[in-house]
């Protein structure tokens, strides 16, 4: 099986089992097991009527929400942890809303691109949004005295996809109350899904704080995407086959690189391969 269908199924197993509490959907009721204790690695909305387990960065903002500032060491090493083994590779194959993404890219309409124009400036949008709505901003920036989990509240599309929309379709209570908030992360998300049909995963290239964090982590993670510069013949065919226009030298050690594995699967010599799968 080609390396892109089986990342497709891993992404959707992976999916209905980290969303797959059917009551939820079906009763507008958020999961409240002991299982929400703790949190998977990627973006997951904790409101996700489906949701089994907790997101990390709303679990993190949770925790700078606390009255009095205390240095959030479980999520640091769970972050720590969890970027050391896997990287972004968490991104291209462990995230409900990098699938969603996928699927809208895969849409045969438009001509597609795979970054936006100035991408050398926007891609560092990232990390200016973790910093201002997941450090800054859960601390003191949004809320005054009353803390909020800011990229949550203001900015997570993936919990108005997941979270919101599902719990509104089912309670009529919730829906009489949606007011502006709403409808301005209603266009935040409506504004990525129809740039995701035509720019590959605008959101994890731009905006998504979980991707700055585990970014970080790339050159060094345990899953990394390696390549035999002995064997390589300069073909090019990694470079053109990459998703986010990454050359053959920045393959896996980039930040930006989500160890998607079309580079493996394009490399005619393979000479590029998942770390343990080296000839």
């Not at 080609?2 to 797959?20: A, H, M």
């Not at 194959?93 to 045969?108: A, S, T």
Request: contains cysteine; proline residues 5%; hydrophobic residues 45%.
């Amino acid at each position: 099986m080609k390396t892109n269908k089986i990342r497709l199924t891993v992404q959707l197993i992976y999916t209905i089992l980290t969303n797959g509490y059917v009551f939820g959907f079906l009763s507008g009721k958020i999961y409240r097991g002991k299982l929400k204790y703790a949190c998977v690695p990627g973006l997951n909305c904790y409101s996700c009527p489906g949701a089994v387990a907790s997101c990390p960065l709303g679990a993190l903002q949770a925790l700078l929400n606390q009255k009095g500032f205390q240095i959030p060491f479980a999520m640091l090493g769970f972050f720590f942890l969890a970027g050391s083994l896997l990287g972004r590779f968490i991104c291209g194959w462990l995230c409900p809303f990098g699938l969603v993404q996928d699927l809208l890219y895969k849409i045969p309409v438009f001509r597609k691109k795979k970054r936006l124009p100035l991408h050398h400036i926007l891609k560092h949008g990232k990390y200016l949004t973790l910093f201002l709505f997941v450090c800054v901003g859960s601390l003191f920036l949004f809320g005054g005295f009353a803390k909020v989990p800011a990229f949550c509240k203001y900015i997570c599309p993936s919990g108005t996809l997941l979270g919101a929309l599902p719990l509104l379709a089912t309670n009529e209570l919730l829906r009489s109350q949606a007011g502006g908030l709403f409808f301005w992360k209603l266009g935040i998300l409506l504004l990525l899904l129809l740039l995701s049909v035509k720019v590959y995963r605008p959101f994890c290239q731009y905006l998504c704080p979980l991707g700055a964090i585990y970014g970080w982590f790339n050159r060094f993670s345990l899953v990394q995407v390696h390549w035999e510069k002995e064997r390589c013949v300069s073909c090019g065919a990694c470079e053109r086959a990459c998703p986010v226009s990454l050359s053959v030298q920045e393959i896996s050690r980039s930040p930006e690189c989500i160890r998607c594995g079309k580079c493996i699967e394009a490399c005619p010599e393979d000479c590029l391969h998942f770390s343990g799968k080296k000839r």
